[in-house]
């Protein structure tokens, strides 16, 4: 989806970029470098938001733009720590600040819609758009920034690649007359103005004036998926929701929320065990579902958040094949929940398919003892590692 919310969300990259993903229990950030041409992991680190709140660590939050800002600055001064002093390093911590940046927006506080539209020119198109938006965003249009993508299908995509050859072998610019295009289903996204007023306000207080904003779901695409083209789903597991979202040429082309998320599924381990939150979320962390204490199987305390979430998302999954005639075949994982140990088997069960969690992180560049830890991490920094790559964006 090149180009797409490019003038929003779009960034220059000095070779030197930092992603920050604001979530509601942690804020997650990831510095990357360009290096001959591949992304370079400088730094990365995660904090978490239930201390700033008062509560406990891994439930979901809603603070202020004071107290996320403050989050950041903190996370910052940790990423920026010298290995052997209890200083914090002033460098690293003004290239952090200074780094082109991107900071996401939450799946559930954007719109997307795919409309259909007839076969028009695309000068006629850009017209009828945001009249046709308006059917399917529920506030004045004046309160929203609004941008969309043609979705490609088959026929587009060969088309494309047939052009791009002809350009490698045909490097004269000519001037092509205007064509009428044949989009069948357009993505539109809506922003609420306010959102961005508070992403605004939390980059100044930060003191990270360049940085932008893109709608996490396509950073976790970037991130994540890569070129493949072929259709799959996405399940990003936070704190307090579930995320789901089936792509298709690198496009969402359908995208869902579910209210259930792994706080739940702390919650459920904290009420079975009779112990505090933030023992059940250190029992979670450390166990995951194959575990027992005292003698109590922890699949069978934690199935049942778990059964709601695969059983909805096996829903969304299997209506986006019969609308579409398709046969997805693959979900991939993300979120902090998506570290839990062996959830890819539960959610394999649930929705049929093969399920991997996101390996973003181990495809970047990084010292080879690091290779099992960012593995692991990937899921979790899927979100702001797409940011920061879009932050190296040419």
Request: hydrophobic share 40%.
């Amino acid at each position: 989806m090149a180009g797409f919310l490019n003038k929003i969300f779009s960034n220059k990259s000095n070779g030197s970029a930092v992603g920050v993903d604001i979530g509601t229990s942690s804020i997650k950030a990831v510095h990357l470098k360009n290096t001959k041409g591949s992304a370079e992991i400088l730094n990365y680190g995660s904090i978490s938001l239930g201390p700033y709140a008062g509560i406990d660590i891994g439930r979901a939050t809603n603070l202020s733009t004071d107290k996320i800002a403050l989050a950041i600055k903190d996370l910052f001064g940790e990423m920026s720590r010298a290995s052997n002093s209890e200083k914090v390093n002033s460098t690293k911590l003004n290239q952090l600040i200074r780094s082109n940046s991107n900071f996401s927006i939450p799946l559930n506080s954007s719109l997307l819609s795919v409309i259909e539209m007839p076969s028009m020119s695309q000068k006629e198109l850009e017209n009828a758009i945001p009249l046709e938006a308006r059917k399917y965003i529920p506030v004045p249009m004046a309160e929203v920034i609004l941008n969309w993508s043609i979705i490609p299908n088959e026929s587009d995509v060969a088309e494309m690649e047939k052009e791009e050859k002809r350009e490698k072998e045909d490097k004269k610019t000519s001037q092509k007359p205007p064509t009428a295009v044949k989009p069948t289903e357009v993505l539109v996204a809506a922003i609420h103005k306010e959102i961005v007023r508070k992403h605004e306000d939390i980059k100044n207080k930060v003191g990270m004036a360049g940085a932008l904003f893109e709608i996490e779901m396509f950073s976790t695409i970037r991130s994540s998926i890569g070129r493949d083209m072929s259709p799959l789903m996405i399940i990003d597991l936070g704190a307090g929701t579930t995320k789901i979202a089936m792509i298709e040429y690198g496009v969402v082309k359908r995208s869902h929320i579910i209210n259930t998320g792994s706080q739940d599924i702390t919650i459920a381990l904290a009420k079975v065990l009779d112990v505090p939150v933030a023992k059940a979320e250190e029992i979670k962390r450390e166990f995951g579902l194959d575990g027992k204490i005292e003698e109590r199987n922890l699949r069978q305390i934690i199935s049942l958040p778990l059964d709601n979430i695969f059983s909805e998302a096996h829903s969304v999954l299997s209506a986006y094949n019969r609308k579409y005639n398709k046969n997805v075949e693959k979900a991939i994982l993300t979120g902090g929940g998506a570290a839990l140990k062996g959830i890819t088997a539960v959610a394999k069960d649930g929705l049929g398919i093969n399920a991997v969690t996101s390996s973003a992180m181990a495809k970047m560049e990084a010292p080879a003892f690091l290779e099992s830890t960012l593995k692991e991490a990937s899921p979790e920094f899927s979100v702001a590692a797409g940011l920061a790559l879009k932050g190296l964006e040419e």
